[in-house]
């Protein structure tokens, strides 16, 4: 891989979030807040604050809020200011998000992630380019985007982050070759979804990845699985048999907020990270328990 810097990242949001209807009937589940951000809002200011200057979402129609959300609202501006709520600006326009730039391209079909991302080649051309899933919530400091690039930095491969999964949730993921990790890890294999029982490992990818530009190639010629899809994984198999690719255990707290057990977990540890509501919270918790 060429070496450049990680300018760019795509955000694909174009799934249906089958596994939360019926919110996400009309809803998109990357707008479903953890207390009061959306989702997709986090990993947005993840991935800005390693320095990523352009945010390519893999949308489609139904997810127009996320457009809208991302884009300037004077009218609600405009109110905050003649009502002496100034304050409030901040929060609709956070310094974070001022130098970005946003570019969203359609995926009509949902035809799986590998399909997603490779909608994005004539945005991206050869430079190595970082790709979040906004539903998976990852809490630790540094964030799991700088830990990829440091790794990155360091190797000047494709690292894609993951971590340790009970077996019971191994067949929701894609599962890598190796049982005993000491990281960086240079890839010898990875599987997409594989049952308990044939599973490698029991680690997964996590949402979050730095790519080459190469990966392009290997998505064109990947098949498509059993259930019509194309796979990130699938051709990130093909990718190692021509590049290295490294896995960096994620250290840190991560929530698959696409499922209602994640998605209760991170409401549950930012409202007890968040110091408004940290106290009552505790005592209600604590009530309701006891
Ligand atoms: P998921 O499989 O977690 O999302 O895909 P999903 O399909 O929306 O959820 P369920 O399984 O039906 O509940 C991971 C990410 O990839 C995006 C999703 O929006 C999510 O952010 N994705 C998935 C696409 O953009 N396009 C696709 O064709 C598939």
Known sequence: MSIKKVTKAILP???FGTRFLPATKA???????????????????????????????????????IERHFSKSSKLEEKLISSNKKHHLKKINPDILQDLTYKYINQEDQLGLGHAISLAKDEINDEPFA?????????SKPSCMHQ????????????I?????????????GVISTKDISSPYKLDGIIEKPSADKAPSNIAVCGRYILSSDIFNHLQNV?????GEIQLTDAIQS????????????????YDCGSKK???EATIKLALNDDSIKKDITSFIRDIVE
């Open 148 to 159: 990829l690039l440091n790794t990155f930095n360091k190797y000047k491969k494709s690292v």
């Open 13 to 15: 949001v174009a799934g």
């Open 131 to 139: 790709v979040l899933l906004p539903d998976d919530l990852f809490i």
């Open 239 to 254: 990718l190692i048999q021509k590049e290295d690719v490294m896995a960096c255990l994620y250290e840190g707290e991560k």
């Open 262 to 264: 994640g998605y209760i």
């Open 27 to 65: 809803t998109p589940k990357e707008m479903l807040p953890i207390i009061d951000k959306p989702l997709v809002q986090y990993a947005v200011e993840e991935a800005a604050l390693v320095g990523i200057k352009e945010i390519i979402f893999i949308t489609n129609h139904t997810k127009a809020s």
């Open 223 to 227: 098949k498509k699985d059993h259930s």
């Open 161 to 173: 982050a993951v971590n340790k999964i009970h077996s019971d949730n191994i067949h929701n993921y």
